[in-house]
Structure formats: C-alpha cells, structure tokens
C-alpha cells in the first residue's frame, strides 16, 4: 500500500476544482487515477514523472512521508495558481454545468449545407460526436471538390458543443490551417429517436474573399458507428439539381429569406 503517495496526491488534487478537472487536464483515466488516490497502486516511472511535472513537484518529494509533503507544499506556490492563469477552464466549466441532456446526440452525423468556397455547390460532410471526461466534442470532416476530376480539399474542425435552453451549440476552429472559428445553432428533436437537426452556420468564406457567411445547415444521423472510410467516401461537393441530395434536406439548407421575414432563419426539417 502506498498511503503516503496517495495522501499526498489527494492534497495537490485539492488544490484543483475538482479530481475530474486533474483527470481532464492531465489526460489520463480517471479509474486508473482513482487507484492511485487510494493507495493501492503506484504509477509506473513515466506516468510518476507526468504527475510531478504537472503538479510542479520532483518525484522524491511525492513520495515523501505525508506530514513532511505538506510543509513543503505550504511554502510552494499553489498549484492552482497556475491554473489561474488559464481563465476560459472556468467558462467552460460554467458551460459545462449548464449543459446537459447531450447523450442521445452522440454519434455520426452527415451535415449538408451550401458552401461558403464554391457558391452554389452543396457540401455533404461527416461529423462524429462523443463524449470524453464529462465533456461532449466532436470532429467535422470536410472533402471539397468544385468539380469531377479536380483536386479534393480536405478540412478537419475540432471543437466542444453544448446543449444549452434547447438548442445545441457548437463552436470549432479549422484544425490544419488554424484559419477559421465557426460556430453552428441546430434546433434539438423531442423525439425519443434522432434523425434530422436543422439549424444555422456562421463562418468566413475559406477562399481568398474571406466574406463572413451564414448558411442554413442540416445534420443527419448515421448511428453511434459506421465505416469511416466508407462513409468518408460519401462526402463530397454536390450540385443542387444533381438528384444525391434528397428534397427534404434541400428544402431545409435553401438560402432564402420569405416575405414579411426580418431576420435570416433556420428552418425544419421533415
């Protein structure tokens, strides 16, 4: 048993919000992490080293007998003073508290919407949600191509969503370029089962314009797993009379505003 190792761990864990927030951060499990809370393991020497250099201590010291630990650590600087330092872990951590009910969201999804590089195409992508230490991200892949024959481009959007006074918000930046933060409103289904989410896109155009755009967007479900390569596949740049798209989706993604309408609006789709 290790209970000098785990007292001590448990007192720089305090020093946090909470152990998820260490798990989180530190990316590491957080059953393997409960056992070294309760002394019954020891981390082998890299992930002993990973702690230390997180929590801003040497491994000797760690180890040391708990009493002797904790003296020490009083006239160190506390290490949420660090994390301190980082004030959008708070935000998140407010969101997150506020965001519940995303679990029946989770999986693959195609997303259809006009693009905002080649107007007039539409872009079928794939985007897949999931859920890791009590957070909801999710990864959007994009396969552009103007035309048969010419070259695919290839997008990869990493961000967080949220499920916030029923509508799901998600926000994401342009992973391989670092050039683009967009942020997507889709309307939730009260039905036990998903199939269509409709809602709006805002983004800047990724050709060389750059022109703020807001498209409306509509995310069908696929299931919690498919065939990526399969699937992936599947995405492409399509046009609007082409007959791949069925008319339901087309009549959701349309980009027109009806009369008496002041506001540029999602729409349903059936």
Known sequence: MHHDFAKNLRLLCSYYKSVAEVCRKLKVNRPQFNRYLSGRYKPSAHSLRRLCDFFGVEEHEILMPHSQFELLIQVRPR????????????????LQANSQGLDKYLGYYFEYH????????????????????????????????????????????????????????????????????????????????????????????????????????????????VDIRRTLRLCSTFEADGGQISPAVLAAIRNEMAPGEHHFRARHCF
């Open 114 to 225: 006009y693009s905002m590089a080649f107007p007039g195409k539409i872009l079928r992508n794939l985007v897949c949600l999931e859920k890791r230490d009590g957070r909801v991200y999710y990864q959007r892949t994009e396969r552009l191509q103007q035309s048969p024959g010419e070259r695919v481009y290839h997008s990869k959007y990493l961000g967080m969503a949220h499920l916030l006074a029923d509508r799901i918000f998600l926000v994401d930046y342009e992973s391989l370029t670092c050039n683009q933060l967009t942020q997507t409103i889709l309307i939730p289904t009260f039905k036990s089962r998903v199939g269509r989410l409709s809602g709006l896109r805002l983004g800047a155009s990724a050709s060389g314009e750059r022109i703020p755009s807001c498209t409306r967007v509509v995310f069908e479900y696929l299931g919690h797993r």
């Open 79 to 94: 290490p949420r003073e660090e994390a301190e330092e980082h004030p959008e872990y708070r935000h998140l951590d407010l």
